[in-house]
């Protein structure tokens, strides 16, 4: 399998504070990879390098057998790559229509046959045209996640970078979210990189995944082995014991 | 149960005017509570915060409330003036809000928030503030409460802000606690230990609680009873132990939707929304 991405000895370092300590990953063409951990354990932060909002010090990245360092990306990057982010709330511009938000990356990138693809997009996400015309506030939380699903998906990557897509939803929206994430990588042959603190959401979603803890990955494993309790860390540990719910006593 | 009620909910309403007419959030709610644990399950827009907003006394002033009956401890809150609302809230009915970062006050320290939820409410010396509050800090195992206690909210992290709120919210010892998604802005590690540790200080301190959550599974791990909640109304009531048994497809279906370790079902089923459940 030939590898879509690929980073190595990843260090991010915000002044004094050290947030990715040599961090290597390799996700492979069309696969799903799992990002689980704690807040501050750096998973967001590895997501945001790979995408160039922050800029990394040490290290390599390699997307589809192109290098990049710091946080310059081209063009050619974002049309590869394309990022899902956690609150959908704060993501949307809240003064532009569905319209205009789902435009402005087709003019960045000289698309053609822009009313198309815009009617196309909103279809795929499962929203009509009348959603059009609407602001980011007439829209329910599951909508906008929709909405922003469907701007990453518009300029047609190859790599979906998703920062807790599902956390900021209702357990009932965040079932319609997963299912429309997966139909999307089946039909598109898609690789995604998804960062959760729900081990739930990650062992549905993902075929391997990495833990991390303390801006370090603690270990990387199959998602069977989470099934068959099949891991050295005791952290991970933790995490399932939490995923599975509160237990008295 | 014989005695009378902590709380008595009869068919509570609550409608918002809005431009294009009214929108009734919650339409005819009736429960009764104890000293006992009642998890209030439904997605966003169900009407369940609205339920218990209604009860502590925070529905915004244009909003229409009317209910049969809505009585705490033999106190109708309906007729209940705006002095006497006051006396009971955080006295005796307490809620705690879902995330740390917006329901703390920002410009003050957490000792000091604590001491002015405590002081509202008794006429005690400020050295015996601090003692209470620093003894309260410790009960929610603030391990180091002294220097919790000069902290500003923004220098605490969300599990920590989380523990001095329920510390704030149970330092006049509260006979009814509403908790509206106590954890959901939390790490799921970090979850967990907010959970036990309301749930070991509830049982401590024998208090009606009324938890509020759209995670059907956690509320039934926590709660004794659990009502549904669609559209503003109540879809099914039943004892947590029960929930394997639950009859309503929508209280079905808001178990089955999550994605669990172990089971391999694509697509994840969704959550069917049928019209005539509202009627």
Known sequence: MSQALSVRNMVVTFEDFTALKRVSVDVGQGESFGIVGESGSGKSTLLRAIAGLVGFDEGSLTVSGRNYSGRKRDKEFYRTVQMVFQDPYGSLHPRQTVDRLLLEPLLIHGFSDIDVRIARALDEVGLGNGFRFRYSHQLSGGQRQRIAIARALILEPKILLLDEPTSALDASIQAEILNLLEQARRDRNLTFVMVSHDLGVVSHMCERLAVMKGGEVVETMPVEALEKRAFSADYTHRLLVASEGFRRG | ?279
């Open chain 2, 1 to 279: 149960m014989t005695v009378t009620p902590l709380l008595t909910v009869d068919d509570l309403r609550v409608t918002f005017p809005t431009r294009t007419g009214e929108v009734q959030a919650v339409r005819g709610v009736s429960f009764t509570l104890g000293k006992e644990r009642l998890g209030i399950v439904g997605e966003s827009g169900s009407g369940k915060s609205q339920t218990g907003r209604a009860i502590m006394g925070l529905t915004p002033g244009h909003a229409k409330i009317t209910a049969n009956r809505l009585a705490f401890d033999g106190i109708d809150l309906l007729s209940a003036g705006v002095r006497q609302r006051r006396a009971l809230r955080g006295r005796r009915i307490a809620m705690i809000l879902q995330d740390p970062k917006y329901s703390l006050n920002p410009v003050m320290t957490i000792g000091r928030q604590i001491i002015e939820a405590l002081r509202q409410h008794e006429k005690i010396t400020h050295a015996e503030a601090r003692a209470r509050t620093l003894s309260m800090l410790e009960a929610v195992q603030i391990r180091d409460p002294e220097r919790v206690f000069d902290l500003y909210p923004h220098e605490v992290s969300g599990g920590m802000g989380q523990r001095a709120m329920i510390a704030m919210m149970l330092i006049c010892g509260p006979e009814l606690l509403i908790a509206d998604e106590p954890t959901s802005a939390l790490d799921v590690t970090v979850q967990l230990e907010v959970l036990s540790i309301l749930d070991k200080l509830v049982a401590e301190r024998g208090m009606g609680l009324i938890f509020i959550s759209h995670d059907l599974r956690l509320v039934s791990s926590f709660c004794d009873r659990v009502i549904v909640m669609y559209a503003g109304k109540v879809v099914e009531e039943l004892p947590s132990a029960d929930l394997a048994s639950a009859k309503h497809p929508y209280t079905q279906g808001l178990l089955n939707c999550l994605p669990q370790i172990g089971s391999d079902r694509h697509p994840l089923p969704v959550l069917e929304r049928k019209p005539e459940w509202a009627a």
